[in-house]
């Protein structure tokens, strides 16, 4: 054969070799919360090879530790998908950091404000005065920190609210550094099997049925690759009927993504609820109520709330 | 304040600005220098988080600094004076100072919060390990660096050994000792930041800032935060220079 | 006899042993009070170190020094030091470095700036009195660094190649001064020097210093009423004296030891 025809043969080889995995499919890039036990369908969907079973490799890109980490690393362009709270996607958005869409929802419920196991506090109100830890400004359970103390009629300066990763804040309370924190499970369920803490209120009594997590999807990615995101929706709500039909194996899972025992993880996964439909109702408060926090300015809420959820990819897939 | 001083970096924003404008530099990554300044607007009369307004966090960082940089003075100082006269002391405690100096500040936060808890203690610690280290060392070499046929003629003079120490050594030392407070304040200044980042408990202060701002997703808060972090350095070192040249006629 | 130097020796260690540096053998020296002694000798002779030692600055290694009659401990005011590099306190004004004596020995604030700014006025220093050392010419430190020793008012005063890093003719205004300033104080001097010129123009008695161990080689009388022709017959003679006594230690090289004397000139 001659040099030249060797060298074209090559070159056909190299770019054939570039494009046709682009035309498989690159992995698709993941994250979710470290040890959250909300973002269980994530895990149960890799373990019992949803995606694969649809031709979907997954990257795991990411594991965060709150919220707004996550966020960032979707305005950096760095992830396609991600499990993540509404409330910092939302701030995200809002504030033009990150163009995501909510494609599914991930749980209800299923965060809890807890204080100190001896501790002589019963009520929200009597939180007056004291330290409370959030995972994050913007995050879920700040949000709801503060729909409970403006329920109990209390105004938010009255505390004193600072920044604790979740695994911190179990140390944090036993050597009394804060008087209270709240966190996704399973750090509230953790507290109390180590008898460090008891639950003041869980996050169902400050808003019933309130929206916790979503499937958040890059707008980019969304528009490239569709039919990803169509297959990665179905293994999401594969998985979340698994669970909600095989609780003990789901179990299992949850012990081994968040390396916690069996008694905490049911513990936490009877606080949540695990559903995949999105409430427009739901979206529409957290906006308000990040707006009256100063978080965001969002001028027309209708609009960004339509925006904001995709629930056409549902509808496709569940006909509802 | 020439002008032909700032032409750069003017030129520079004006640059930047022009291609924010032209929508080459999107805006979530590097916020144009008018939403920089808008930001710091937002700062100043909202806050972040809102409610807690700039002037506010500027104050406790300085607090913090302040404590840390003060505590570090008055350990450095003095020790630096004794090790830099006596060489068996200096003998004695350099290899701890150099097994310890090596580990960022920023590295001893698990511990201090451990043995300090969160909040004005161990921001307190972690700076005045970054100021210690500096000022101690220049503090050493301003008294070894004293000529010396200095001590030797206050000793023809009558003077004792105190005297010696006090009346000649510290201010002939006094330069050294000033840069090393310089720059001590300086690395104190930059890692109480990043120490904040990590938690503080009255919910106030420039690192603290910064990180919500992050949370919340405001680059252009971000930006104006560090703004500000930079200029309030610049200024604290321009207010040391000043005091130096005053203190020190006879340089 | 204000000093008396019997048997003095200075060794130092070296590196190692058979490595040791005698710089100073055998000076046996007396001083009368009032006497203006100029000590001479070529580099490395030992002149600084024995003045040291005088001054309590290091310890001898064999023999005494004694001042009027009693040992001498080191650093003691009673006897002056003059450095070559003038060692004036940089972070002190001219009054706050003449002063300085008076301050170590704890005379109070208003006596002791009294003092120093007569002092001022003597040397001929008036309107520096707040000036740093660094704003004053050499001429004008060295005055402040002698003010500062004579403010003491030492049994001795000694003297390092003080006028060492003038230009001549700020030298020889020093050398005038001081002879002024000695003449209506009547201290006791010995004055280092290597310049034989200065040495005949100054001393009342010269002593010149061997080198390599340093040890007398001669000491001579002056007896030229002052104030002194510098180019007259009579300093050349003398000049020519010490120079010889210098040309011949040359010659003879390192280990030569020889027997003190005194020589006159009639």
């Known amino acids: ?320 | 304040m020439t002008p032909r001083r700032y032409a750069l970096p003017l030129a520079v924003v004006a640059l930047w600005q022009g291609l924010s404008w032209a929508g080459l530099i999107p805006a979530y990554k590097l916020p144009s220098p008018l939403a920089i300044a808008q930001g710091l607007v937002d700062l100043v009369l909202v806050g972040m988080p809102p409610g807690h307004r700039l002037p506010s966090h500027l104050f406790y960082s300085l607090y913090r600094v302040a404590w840390g940089f003060f505590l570090a003075a008055l350990l450095g100082v003095p020790l630096g004076l004794l090790m830099g006269w006596s060489r068996p002391l200096r003998q004695l405690v350099t290899p701890l100072v150099e097994l310890v100096r090596p580990v960022p500040p920023l590295a001893w936060i698990p511990i201090s919060i451990l043995w300090f808890g969160i909040g004005i203690k161990s921001a307190a610690f972690i700076i005045f390990l970054g100021a210690f280290f500096p000022i101690l060392l220049n503090t050493i070499a301003g008294v070894r660096s004293v000529n010396p046929t200095l001590p030797e003629a206050a000793r023809t003079l009558g003077a004792r050994e105190r005297d010696i120490v006090l009346k000649v050594l510290l201010p002939g030392s006094v330069p050294s000792i000033f840069v090393g407070l310089r720059i001590g304040l300086g690395i104190g200044w930059m890692t109480l930041v990043a120490a904040e980042f990590t938690g503080v408990r009255s919910g106030y202060g420039l690192g603290y800032m910064i990180m919500t701002a992050r949370d919340i997703q405001r680059a252009d808060e971000i930006m104006a935060g560090m703004g500000v972090i930079g200029i309030t350095g610049l200024l604290i070192d321009w207010g040391l220079r000043v005091l130096q040249r005053r203190l020190l006629p006879w340089k | ?266």
């Open chain 3, 1 to 266: 006899m204000v000093l008396e130097l019997k048997g003095l020796g200075k060794t130092f260690p070296g590196q190692g042993p058979g490595q040791e540096v005698r710089a100073l053998e055998n000076i046996d020296l007396a001083l009368a009070p009032g006497r203006f002694l100029c000590l001479v000798g070529p580099s490395g002779c030992g002149k600084t170190t024995l003045l040291r030692i005088i001054a309590g600055l290091e310890r001898a290694s064999r023999g005494q020094v004694l001042l009027d009659g009693r040992p001498l401990e080191g650093g003691s005011p009673a006897v002056g030091l003059v450095f070559q590099e003038y060692a004036l306190f940089p972070w002190r004004t001219t009054v706050e470095n003449i002063e300085a004596g008076l301050e170590f020995k704890g005379v109070d604030a208003r006596t002791r700036r009294q003092a120093a700014l007569r002092y001022v006025r003597a040397f001929g220093l008036e309107g520096f009195e707040h000036r740093y050392p660094r704003e004053l010419s050499g001429g004008m430190q060295q005055r402040v660094a002698i003010a500062r020793t004579l403010i003491m008012e030492p049994r001795l005063v000694l003297m390092d190649e003080p006028f060492g890093s003038l230009d001549s003719q700020t030298r020889s205004e020093l050398q005038n001064f001081l002879l002024d300033i000695w003449r209506s104080r009547n201290d006791t001097v010995i004055f280092v020097t290597h310049n034989v010129e200065e040495a005949v123009f100054l001393g009342d008695e010269i002593v010149v210093l061997s080198p390599r161990p340093g040890t007398i080689r001669a000491r001579i009388a002056i007896e030229t009423p002052r104030p002194r022709d510098r180019t007259g017959p009579e300093s050349n003679r003398y000049r020519r004296q010490v120079l010889d006594i210098l040309e011949q230690e040359r010659r003879s090289g390192p280990g030569f030891s020889p027997l003190p004397v005194q020589e006159e000139v009639s």
């Open chain 1, 1 to 320: 054969m001659k040099i030249r025809t060797l060298i074209l043969a090559a070159c056909l080889i190299l770019t054939l070799g570039i494009w046709l995995p682009a035309a498989a499919g690159r992995p698709v890039r993941i994250a979710y919360l470290q040890a959250d036990i909300h973002q269980l369908a994530s895990w149960v969907a890799m373990e019992k090879g949803f995606y694969r079973a649809q031709g979907l490799e997954v990257k795991v890109a990411g594991i965060f530790k709150a919220g707004p980490e996550e966020m960032s690393a979707f305005a950096a362009g760095e992830l396609d998908m991600g499990y993540v709270g509404e409330a910092p996607a939302t701030v995200a958005v809002a504030n033009h950091a990150a163009r995501v869409q909510a494609c599914a929802q991930v749980n209800t419920e299923g965060s809890a404000i807890v204080v100190a196991a001896g501790s002589p506090i019963k009520t929200v109100a009597q939180l007056a005065g004291k330290t409370v830890a959030v995972p994050g400004h913007s995050t879920v359970q700040d949000f709801l920190l503060k729909k409970a103390l403006s329920q109990a009629g209390l105004a938010a300066d009255k505390v004193k609210i600072i920044v604790l990763k979740p695994p911190e804040m179990i140390g944090a309370l036993r050597t009394g550094q804060i008087d209270a924190f709240i966190a996704w499970e399973p750090y509230p369920a953790k507290a109390q099997t180590m008898k460090v803490g008891r639950v003041l209120i869980a996050s169902g009594r400050i808003w019933k049925d309130h929206p916790c997590c979503i499937l958040a999807v890059d707008q980019r990615f969304l528009k490239a690759r569709p039919q990803a995101v169509k297959k990665m929706v179905k293994a999401h709500v594969q998985a979340t009927d698994f669970i909600n039909r095989h609780p003990q194996q789901a179990l299992k899972i949850g012990m081994k993504y968040t390396g916690m025992d069996a008694d905490t993880v049911r513990l936490a996964m009877k606080n949540v609820n695990y559903t995949y439909r999105l409430s427009v109702d739901g979206e529409r408060q957290y906006v308000e109520f990040l707006s009256r926090l100063g978080y965001i300015k969002v001028k027309d809420s209708r609009a960004f709330v339509a925006g904001f959820l995709n629930t056409k990819i549902l509808e496709e897939l569940t006909g509802k």
